[in-house]
Nanobody, 122 residues
Framework: VRLVESGGGLVQSGDSLRLSCTAS????????MAWFHQAPGKEREFVAV????????YADSAKDRFTISRDNANKNAIYLQMNSLKPEDTGDYYC????????????????WGQGTQVTVSS
């Protein structure tokens, strides 16, 4: 399984970004797919997850501003719409996949992308 993220960049506080992750593999529809955030000098933290059923879960810090979604039919992709960005959202965002269960920890995922960098200036 190969995961490739895109969509990061430099934005100002209050702006929006949409991250994308495309996945190879014909069992994508059964995967649990998640986004993790790693701020500079800190550990990787859970942001949001979406299951094949469409069920989602969010970190408390993300639930009011971020939306995770997936496109199984056309693009084997997941997305993270990030609104009202804050400087503390700065860091690398990683797409991760597992065999279809809801996990909020990095250890729960077997597949990882290389990350996309987001910088939010104040």
């Amino acid at each position: 399984v190969r995961l490739v993220e895109s969509g990061g960049g430099l934005v100002q506080s209050g702006d929006s970004l949409r991250l994308s992750c495309t996945a190879s593999g014909d069992t994508f529809t059964t995967y649990g797919m998640a986004w993790f955030h790693q701020a500079p000098g800190k550990e990787r933290e859970f942001v949001a997850v979406v299951l094949g059923s469409g069920a989602t879960a969010y970190a408390d810090s993300a639930k009011d501003r971020f939306t995770i979604s997936r496109d199984n039919a056309n693009k084997n992709a997941i997305y993270l719409q990030m609104n009202s960005l804050k400087p503390e959202d700065t860091g690398d965002y990683y797409c991760a996949g597992n065999w279809g269960h809801l996990s909020r920890t990095a250890n729960g995922y077997s597949y990882w992308g290389q990350g996309t960098q987001v910088t939010v200036s104040s």
